[in-house]
């Protein structure tokens, strides 16, 4: 049995880092390319023997120029990351990171971050180097934008941004969300939620529950868009970040809408039916007697699990509790629910249930909402899955393709491509061929979009 592999220390300098982000690009590669990029692959591509590029890895020697920096970033498909992270990496790359921490808070009433490798110190230490402008986070933090936060900071306005502030940003996100490619979305997200950082280190303790809440806001709305664009490994993290802004802001509703989204959005992150039913449940255990449309969210993710099952009766059962909150919560549009989705949620339960009238009911009403384009979407691929459910097995691979074919590639995320993978999920094997099906597979089977 091989040894185990060593993990990297990436938190004891910027050049250890920057070593440990080549080897995560390089163990990502075959997730986010579709195909595996081996040791000696990537060493053929950058000039570099097998072992100098360990020996950059560990952190342990840093590549000679920034020309070999960008045969990296090309190499391993970042999107400028590692380009990002050069100018910072060279000049500070073997200071120890909680020196330079340390001396970035001189003078601060604040404690010095404790040297930690769990999830929470993880994502703690990179928003601090991130909103002290030590690092950046990646293309959606730019060199640009940690300059303006240390120019904000220099002028003594930083702090200045209130919780009004923050959620017009989180509503102005949603909005983003629900128009906007997810990969554009990210940039000025990620950028945002390093500002907020800083926010909520400078606050006032009155005000800290807020931007608590904001967090937890502005981080479901990441882990969904890691979510589209199927980086499911950074959005669990980001899941976990969320649950723990929302329990720390005491705000019920943002608890339950926290995990009830995240109940939704685990049919795309590779989590079973019966995961998404356990994380729904949990939510509506939470949230007692509350009526919201974060409750919906959970009634919501059940009654889909349980139709993606094949429980078609306990779907149905679940279906009516969901109408029946609905009329009492209102056609409401906040936090990332809107009043299309609530036929969505119908479209989906009565399209695996073969209830064919039903579902197109609710397409109808699901569509004259004017429905984001996720939903408008999702609902017109639910009519595919409901052909496929009635025996229609060519009609259904046609619209499908057709569907996807329409959608420019920025748009078919992993949600998108999920749903439309279904078709085929349903089709008998022995009926998967011709050119329909042919037709299916080239356009809805090719990899999901890059995250740019």
Request: a neutral charge; charged letters at 25%.
């Given at each position: 049995?091989?040894?185990?592999?060593?993990?990297?220390e990436?938190?004891?300098?910027?050049?250890?880092?920057?070593?440990?982000?080549?080897?995560?690009?390089?163990?990502?590669?075959?997730e986010?390319?579709?195909?595996?990029?081996?040791?000696?692959?990537?060493a053929?591509?950058?000039?570099?023997?097998?072992?100098?590029?360990?020996?950059?890895?560990?952190?342990?020697?840093?590549?000679?120029?920034?020309?070999?920096?960008?045969?990296?970033?090309?190499?391993?498909a970042?999107?400028?990351?590692?380009?990002?992270?050069?100018?910072?990496?060279?000049?500070?790359?073997?200071?120890?990171?909680?020196?330079?921490?340390?001396?970035?808070?001189?003078?601060n009433?604040r404690?010095?971050?404790?040297?930690?490798?769990?999830?929470?110190m993880?994502?703690?230490?990179?928003?601090?180097?991130?909103?002290?402008?030590?690092?950046t986070?990646?293309?959606?933090?730019?060199?640009?934008?940690?300059?303006?936060q240390?120019?904000?900071?220099?002028?003594?306005?930083?702090e200045?941004?209130?919780?009004?502030?923050?959620?017009?940003?989180?509503v102005?996100?949603r909005?983003?969300?629900?128009?906007?490619?997810?990969?554009?979305?990210?940039?000025?997200?990620?950028?945002?939620l390093?500002?907020?950082?800083?926010?909520?280190?400078?606050?006032?303790?009155?005000?800290?529950?807020?931007?608590?809440?904001?967090v937890?806001?502005?981080?479901?709305?990441?882990?969904?868009?890691?979510?589209?664009?199927?980086?499911?490994?950074?959005?669990?993290?980001?899941?976990?970040?969320?649950?723990?802004?929302a329990?720390?802001?005491?705000?019920l509703?943002?608890?339950?809408?926290?995990?009830?989204?995240?109940?939704?959005?685990?049919?795309?992150?590779?989590?079973?039916?019966?995961?998404?039913?356990?994380?729904?449940?949990e939510a509506?255990?939470?949230?007692?007697?509350?009526?919201?449309?974060?409750?919906?969210?959970?009634?919501?993710?059940?009654?889909?699990?349980?139709?993606?099952?094949?429980?078609?009766?306990?779907?149905?059962?679940?279906?009516?509790?969901?109408?029946?909150?609905?009329?009492?919560?209102?056609?409401?549009?906040e936090?990332?629910?809107?009043?299309?989705?609530?036929?969505?949620?119908?479209?989906?339960?009565?399209?695996?249930?073969?209830?064919?009238?039903?579902?197109?009911?609710?397409?109808?009403?699901?569509?004259?909402?004017?429905?984001?384009?996720?939903?408008?979407?999702?609902?017109?691929?639910?009519?595919?899955?409901?052909?496929?459910?009635?025996?229609?097995?060519?009609?259904?691979?046609?619209?499908?393709?057709?569907?996807?074919?329409g959608?420019?590639?920025?748009?078919?995320?992993?949600?998108?491509?999920?749903?439309?993978?279904?078709?085929?999920?349903?089709?008998p094997?022995?009926?998967?061929?011709?050119?329909?099906f042919?037709?299916?597979?080239?356009?809805?089977?090719?990899?999901?979009l890059?995250?740019?």
């Open positions: 049995m091989p040894a185990r592999r060593k993990q990297p990436r938190y004891r300098s910027l050049a250890h880092f920057f070593g440990a982000r080549v080897r995560d690009l390089r163990d990502s590669y075959d986010r390319v579709g195909s595996p990029l081996r040791l000696a692959a990537l053929e591509r950058t000039g570099y023997s097998p072992s100098m590029i360990s020996a950059i890895e560990r952190g342990e020697h840093l590549p000679d120029g920034g020309d070999r920096v960008r045969a990296l970033d090309e190499a391993l970042a999107d400028g990351e590692l380009i990002c992270l050069w100018p910072l990496v060279q000049r500070l790359g073997r200071h120890p990171i909680d020196e330079l921490v340390a001396a970035a808070d001189s003078g009433n404690n010095g971050i404790p040297q930690c490798q769990d999830d929470d993880e994502r703690r230490l990179l928003f601090r180097l991130t909103g002290l402008g030590l690092i986070a990646g293309p959606g933090l730019t060199s640009a934008e940690s300059v303006r240390q120019l904000e900071r220099a002028i003594g306005t930083a200045s941004s209130t919780v009004e502030d923050w959620e017009a940003a989180c102005a996100h909005q983003a969300v629900n128009t906007r490619p997810p990969a554009q979305v990210r940039d000025q997200l990620v950028a945002d390093a500002a907020l950082q800083w926010s909520l280190t400078q606050a006032r303790p009155e005000h800290k529950t807020d931007l608590q809440r904001c937890a806001w502005m981080s479901t709305l990441h882990a969904g868009i890691l979510t589209c664009l199927g980086e499911v490994g950074q959005a669990r993290r980001w899941w976990a970040t969320a649950r723990h802004a329990d720390a802001s005491g705000d509703d943002m608890r339950v809408r926290v995990r009830g989204k995240e109940a939704v959005m685990g049919f795309f992150s590779f989590r079973g039916p019966e995961s998404v039913i356990t994380l729904s449940r509506r255990e939470m949230a007692g007697g509350l009526a919201s449309t974060s409750v919906l969210q959970a009634l919501g993710g059940e009654a889909e699990a349980l139709a993606l099952m094949g429980r078609d009766a306990e779907a149905r059962e679940v279906l009516g509790r969901f109408f029946a909150l609905a009329d009492k919560v209102g056609e409401r549009s936090l990332g629910w809107t009043p299309d989705t609530t036929w969505c949620v119908a479209s989906w339960v009565h399209s695996y249930g073969g209830s064919a009238k039903a579902a197109d009911k609710a397409r109808e009403e699901a569509l004259r909402r004017l429905p984001n384009y996720h939903n408008d979407t999702g609902v017109r691929l639910h009519q595919g899955i409901a052909l496929a459910r009635g025996g229609g097995y060519a009609e259904a691979l046609r619209l499908t393709a057709e569907i996807i074919s959608l420019a590639p920025a748009y078919r995320s992993q949600i998108i491509l999920h749903v439309a993978r279904q078709v085929q999920e349903i089709i094997p022995a009926q998967r061929k011709g050119s329909a042919d037709d299916y597979r080239s356009v809805v089977m090719s990899p999901p890059q995250s740019a």
